[in-house]
């Protein structure tokens, strides 16, 4: 897919700052739904608020950019009112996991046949650098000026407990594997998350020394390690440590989505 077939040309200059994760994830994006079975005639983004939320209005497609934290309910109400389109929803670890975690463990319980990807920052970055759900212990934060207390979630973890069918975190550094899983999660029935864990450098570097891109990729690279062979089986989660987060594919099974259920 050209540049020019998946951008929307009249929207640039994109609004991120230098460094951010979300055009790596945006041209993930973009080269899985190349390689996959989908065509973007098929496809519609659903995003809520913040900045990753708005990279679906970059994207050549049909969108809705909706309110924060509710971009699963509208994502379940179009692909419901239209099964034959591939709903692809876009948010944040406060947008999915903070105001809209409610409507996340419902969505993986139903197995919405939904593919949605969480750029996780560990912050609120449109709003200023606000503690999120995923903010890892001891980091700073505006409103955790000290180092947060807080246990964070695991939402990958979160989202196999939940009943989603498939499951992968990745960093913005394995690329490969990032565009492997999404095309894997595209091409599956259900519901697919695929978590991003991605560089912030103004809100959260600028506030845990790693303002220097450089900084931010090696500190996700030193937070992360190889799950299990990359590939755990169903219903084997790994539960997150308190330092170090496991990356791979999480859970890949063939539940039945919703509306298909025999009763
Ligand atoms: C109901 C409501 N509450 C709060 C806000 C303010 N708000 C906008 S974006 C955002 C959080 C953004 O964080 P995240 O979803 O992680 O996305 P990021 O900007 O980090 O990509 C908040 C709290 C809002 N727009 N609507």
Same mark, same amino acid.
């Given at each position: ?33 190349? %390689?996959? +079975?989908?065509?973007?005639?098929? &496809?519609?983004?659903?995003? $809520?608020? /913040? ?5 679906? @209005? ?20 179009? %692909?419901? +009112?239209?099964?034959?389109?591939? &709903?692809?929803?876009?948010? $944040?670890? /406060? ?5 809209? @975690? ?35 212990? /001891? ?125």
């Amino acid at each position: 897919m050209t540049e020019e077939e998946f951008y929307r040309k009249e929207m640039m200059p994109m609004v991120f700052c230098p460094g951010c994760g979300i055009f790596t994830v945006l041209e993930c994006i973009k080269k899985a739904i190349a %390689k996959s +079975s989908i065509s973007m005639e098929d &496809v519609a983004f659903v995003s $809520g608020i /913040g900045c990753s939320s708005r990279a679906a @209005g970059y994207i050549m497609a049909d969108s809705l950019h909706t309110t924060h934290g509710r971009a699963l309910p509208f994502a379940t109400g179009l %692909k419901l +009112s239209n099964p034959a389109l591939k &709903v692809i929803v876009i948010g $944040g670890d /406060g947008d999915l996991a903070a105001i809209g @975690g409610n409507h996340f463990i419902h969505a993986c319980r139903r197995n919405m046949d939904l593919f949605t990807v969480c750029v996780n920052n560990f912050i609120y970055g449109m709003t200023g650098g606000q503690l999120s759900p995923t903010t890892p212990i /001891g980091c700073l934060t505006e409103t955790s000026p000290y180092g947060s207390t807080e246990h964070p979630f695991d939402i990958s973890a979160l989202a196999c407990a939940g009943g989603a069918n498939f499951v992968a975190r990745w960093t913005v550094r394995q690329r490969k594997e990032l565009i492997d899983s999404m095309v894997r999660g595209l091409e599956k029935k259900g519901f697919s998350f695929i978590e991003v864990l991605s560089p912030c450098p103004t809100e959260f570097g600028r506030k845990n020394d790693m303002a220097e891109i450089k900084k931010n990729l090696v500190w996700l690279d030193t937070l992360t390690f190889p799950g299990r062979g990359y590939e755990f089986k169903d219903r084997e989660i790994e539960l997150i440590s308190s330092e170090r987060i496991p990356i791979g594919i999480f859970c890949d099974r063939d539940k039945v989505p919703y509306g298909e259920v025999d009763i």
